[in-house]
């Protein structure tokens, strides 16, 4: 299931006299999308090492990383228990992570937030439980995000990325260290005051010189949006006929154009944006949607 993948490298019409190309990972599966594929790879190769056989993770209800994680078990011969932060609810998301056999413990806000100590009260019986944290953040995650440098050609000047915990970005980074390469990174965090990803990097790879952090693009925080981003995205799709999600890559292309407009880019240069995936996240935002359309 996690055999090398080499995602197609797309060209993007030439909107702007820009050099964008955009790295399709959302391809590599429609549920365990992009960059879940990257994170979950080495971890469940862990988990068979270790002869576990249960999956235990966790995550909001309209997250991506419970659909693939429960995908990815389903497919590996793994149980798969999630902890979904808050009250009980049904979506999309939720519906198809129950129909791949994982089993939900809705949590409330206070207890969600000490993972390792949820894991401890249902599970410390359990030898074949294996800890996974939210996001699959871990060194793991960061490996397997780091091979997607293989998979690019070296001369990139700008690798942009959507972040959330910034594992994927330390991947990214660790990568471009590791190949000696000119590329610079730029994230692009959807959370409110994404200043923390700098840090959460800094856990993984020390040397952040090549580092660019556009914290000015969440419209909002988590979740949040805008008539502005929705209408960008539907443009986006429309002209492009690439799916994009309004939570994560809808803020990361708006970035991209945003200072393609300001001039940020030199004429001749290649800019790469990575498609995580993710595309349920249009589900979540149906109705704000249906009000563009
Ligand atoms: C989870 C997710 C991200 C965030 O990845 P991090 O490694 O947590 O920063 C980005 N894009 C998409 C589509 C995702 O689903």
């Given at each position: ?5 080499n ?15 955009v ?8 549920y365990?999308s992009?960059?879940?594929?990257r ?8 988990a ?32 798969a ?9 049904d979506?999309?998301?939720l ?64 690798l ?7 594992t ?19 994230v ?10 700098a840090?959460?990097?800094?856990h ?20 949040k ?17 690439i ?8 803020k990361?292309?708006y ?5 393609a ?33």
């Amino acid at each position: 299931m996690f055999a090398n993948y080499n995602s197609p490298l797309q060209q993007l019409s030439d909107y702007d006299a820009l050099r964008l190309w955009v790295k399709r990972d959302d391809l590599i599966d429609p549920y365990i999308s992009g960059n879940k594929w990257r994170k979950l790879k080495y971890l469940i190769q862990k988990a068979i090492r270790l002869n576990k056989l249960h999956l235990v993770t966790f995550g909001g209800a309209y997250s991506n990383h419970l659909v693939a994680t429960a995908a990815a078990a389903a497919r590996s011969g793994f149980r798969a228990t999630a902890f979904v932060r808050g009250e009980p609810v049904d979506n999309e998301m939720l519906l198809l992570c129950k129909l791949y056999g994982m089993k939900l413990i809705f949590t409330n806000r206070e207890e969600y937030k000490n993972k390792a100590a949820l894991f401890q009260s249902f599970f410390k019986d359990d030898p074949e439980a294996f800890f996974i944290d939210e996001g699959g953040a871990s060194a793991e995650a960061v490996k397997g995000c780091a091979e997607i440098l293989d998979e690019l050609p070296p001369d990139i000047d700008h690798l942009f990325c959507a972040a959330g915990t910034g594992t994927t970005a330390a991947g990214l980074l660790k990568g471009i260290k590791q190949r000696k390469l000119k590329t610079q990174l730029h994230v692009v965090p959807v959370l409110r005051g994404g200043d923390f990803i700098a840090n959460e990097i800094y856990h993984y790879t020390q040397d952040v010189e090549q580092l660019h952090l556009h914290t000015d693009y969440h419209f909002g925080g988590y979740a949040k949006t805008q008539p502005e981003l929705l209408n960008f995205m539907k443009a986006f799709i429309a002209r492009e006929g690439i799916l994009i999600d309004p939570v994560y890559t809808a803020k990361m292309f708006y970035a991209i154009y945003d200072l393609a407009g300001k001039n940020y880019f030199h004429k001749e240069e290649k800019i790469v944006a990575l498609h995580t995936g993710g595309l349920l996240g249009i589900f979540g935002k149906k109705e704000k949607l249906e009000e563009i359309l």
